[in-house]
């Protein structure tokens, strides 16, 4: 059937409307106005136009250097039912300091729009807004209903240089056989060779299919940037053998981001992973209604490193953990020894009312590989936990699944001292922790991704 999902029954997508998760998250009018904010004012210098699957790549980007509408058929003129073949090229809107809208057209009830392939380089993608070194400028660049399959490049859509980036009801898959590739990759550093971040980045209601890579969405270098809304909201993702198959945020803050209500299903080393370093921080990300439960990840769920703070985690399905062998194409540095269902280093942030009972995660004190459902390192201070019983069923409450070895952290229904009934235990987890610290930290190097 056209246009139908691959997903099947086997997701049960849980989003809510707009105006529902904006009362939800308890976001200020400010915020509210940002996260609303859509690309469909850009200037349309030339009009609308339209091309096709056989339309030389050349004239393609001809029309996106001249900004407007430019919308993407699914069939020839002729009728002609093809993909658009992008080997020997890419799409880079911005070149002239145009805002464009690229919009697939379903042609006789067809899927969406197929653009394949992607040049084989370090900065390659499908449609990439450039880097100021490679002449992009910062323009608002919005995809609608196209569907884009990245065999060779770092991402199907690379952004390095944007006023507002806006990606929805799209398809975006990722079947190459490199690690170190996104769905969608953003990196911005106003004080190197790429540009700044100015304007709201929407995600919003896609379908990704990340394989063999880091994940659906990575996001890299935010410094020097002025705060801006960030929005992960509606999609679906089918993660194989990814580091990271929701979203990776590798340097740098997103202060305020919202990731709510997708559903994720498949394996990887962690579903959602925030890295930081140096001194930038990332404050009140919104983490909610996102569902896990049919995911396995091998070192942990949720990831959040030692300058996430402020933050609020609540109301997400937490999936599995197991040890299991990944067989992504390179080596993959993580060990498959997991942790914890949530795992934090960070400061005053807030974990509520998850939900765990899919996890099948058998608390602290059971054998073989003893995991829980939460875990505060020896970084973590001043967080606050309450889960409200949503653990599986017969593994005890916080005391049997939270282990807090932070400083004056609050986890509702643990007492001091809780895990001491096994003093052999403290050391097998500290263990552990180490060796996936170390293996994080080498699994999300992107040095080579520089210009």
């Given amino acids: 059937m056209a246009n139908e999902s691959r997903f099947g029954r086997n997701f049960n997508n849980g989003t809510i409307t707009r105006g529902q998760f904006l009362r939800t998250a308890g976001i200020g009018a400010g915020a509210i106005a940002a996260v609303g904010l859509g690309l469909s004012g850009v200037a349309r210098a030339s009009g609308d136009v339209h091309v096709y699957p056989d339309t030389p790549i050349s004239v393609i980007q001809g ?38 809208e690229l919009v697939g057209v379903s042609d006789y009830g067809d899927e969406k729009p197929k653009i394949v392939s992607g040049p084989a380089t370090r900065m390659g993608a499908l449609i990439r807004c450039p880097p100021k070194a490679l002449g992009g ?81 990575g996001c890299g270098n935010f410094f020097n940037t002025p705060l801006f809304s960030f929005l992960f909201d509606g999609n679906k993702i089918s993660a194989s053998n990814c580091a990271a198959g929701v979203m990776a945020t590798l340097h740098g803050n997103l202060t305020g981001a919202i990731v709510s209500n997708n559903v994720v299903a498949g394996n990887g080393a962690m579903m959602l992973y925030t890295m930081e370093e140096q001194n930038w921080y990332a404050n009140n990300l919104q983490v ?110 916080a005391a049997h699944q939270c282990w807090d070895h932070g400083v004056n952290n609050r986890v509702v229904g643990l007492r001091a001292n809780e895990m001491t009934g096994n003093p052999g235990i403290g050391q097998i987890i500290l263990g552990r922790i180490a060796a996936n610290s170390t293996g994080a930290q080498a699994g999300f190097d992107t040095s080579g991704m520089d210009i």
């Fill in 63 to 100: 029309y996106v250097n001249s900004g407007g509408t430019i919308y993407f058929h699914s069939r020839t003129a002729n009728g002609v039912k093809m993909d658009y073949d992008f080997t020997n090229g890419l799409v880079s809107v911005g070149l002239l300091g145009n805002d464009a």
């Fill in 137 to 217: 400028r910062p323009v608002k660049m919005r995809l609608y209903n196209l569907e884009l399959e990245s065999r060779n490049s770092t991402a199907a859509v690379f952004v390095a240089n944007s006023s507002g980036t806006e990606i929805t009801n799209c398809i975006i898959s990722t079947p190459q056989s490199s690690i170190r590739s996104f769905g969608v990759w953003f990196i911005f550093r106003s004080d190197y060779s790429y540009g700044p971040a100015t304007g709201p980045i929407i995600i919003k209601d896609n379908e990704f299919y990340p394989s063999n890579s880091y994940g659906a969405l």
């Fill in 288 to 397: 909610f209604g996102n569902d896990l439960t049919a995911t396995t990840a091998t070192a942990c769920q949720m990831y959040f490193g030692w300058h996430v703070s402020g933050s609020k985690v609540w109301n997400n399905n937490i999936g599995k953990l197991k040890p299991v062998a990944l067989s992504a194409p390179e080596t993959y540095p993580f060990p498959v020894n997991p942790v914890a269902g949530i795992w934090c280093k960070g400061k005053t942030n807030q974990f509520l009312d998850n939900d765990f009972r899919a996890s099948e995660i058998p608390g602290w004190l059971v054998d073989p590989y003893y995991t829980g459902c939460i875990y505060l390192g020896v970084e973590s201070q001043d967080n606050y936990v309450f889960e409200s019983g949503n653990f599986p069923t017969g593994t005890g409450g």
